[in-house]
């Protein structure tokens, strides 16, 4: 058994910058983590009108609504088994803009062969990742099919108020740091959120994630 991420890109793993290899390999056989300290260069939003649908994701750390430059952050990827018995790992970023730190919560398990991805704090929506290797060993990661889930109810979003996210993650050699590229955009509002950094990281010994780092509950259906 190996990582939920080589397990979801076969052969494609093996394609990855060693580096990369490295970070998306965090699991509970793997046992360790990844966390990685850096700086958001930009932090950037859509017009104005964006502001209400961020100020909404943030409430449950799903979206930021803070602009800046060289901002501070920090991102803990933990491996844990959910009350489920799936393998799940921790996305959680948080970034230091204003005094009060803001977080974007996110949640990977693999189903079915590929990766799942609950979003904030309450594993109210539930996305499905394509993840891409590039000639040069990077990793493009996008979003689609968003889904819903609060007690009874559940239902997909529709493209006219979801956002994909397209994420590029890479290595660079010469400066011995990982960069990382985020946008989420509507298909018909356009660009929403996004931002652009560097991080180094560490890899500690670890088969369960700080309680802090765990959604306040875990969501069975996908």
């Known amino acids: 058994m190996t990582s939920i991420f080589a397990q979801a890109m076969g052969a494609d793993f093996d394609r990855l910058h060693p580096m990369l290899q490295r970070r998306f390999g965090v699991g509970l056989e793997s046992g360790y983590a990844c966390v990685g300290t850096g700086v958001m260069t930009s932090v950037r939003r859509g017009p104005w009108w964006t502001l209400p649908f961020l100020r909404l994701g943030k409430m449950r750390n799903i979206l930021i609504a803070d602009v800046g430059r060289n901002v501070p952050f920090v991102i803990k990827n933990y491996p844990y088994r959910d009350p489920y018995g799936r393998e799940t790992i921790t996305f959680t970023r948080e970034y230091r803009i204003r005094k009060k730190p803001s977080r974007f919560d996110a949640t990977m398990i693999l189903h079915d062969g590929a990766l799942v991805d609950y979003l904030g704090t309450h594993q109210h929506l539930a996305v499905d990742l394509a993840l891409q290797v590039t000639a040069e060993g990077s990793l493009v990661l996008t979003s689609h099919g968003h889904r819903f889930h609060e007690g009874p109810v559940g239902f997909r979003f529709p493209l006219l108020f979801s956002g994909e996210a397209t994420l590029r993650e890479s290595y660079d050699d010469a400066a011995e740091v990982f960069r990382v590229s985020l946008e ?29 780092l765990k959604p306040v509950r875990h969501e069975r259906r996908t």
């Open 184 to 212: 989420v955009r509507n298909r018909v509002f356009g660009f929403l959120f996004g931002y652009d950094g560097e991080f180094r990281c560490e890899f500690p010994p670890a088969t369960d994630a700080p309680p802090e």
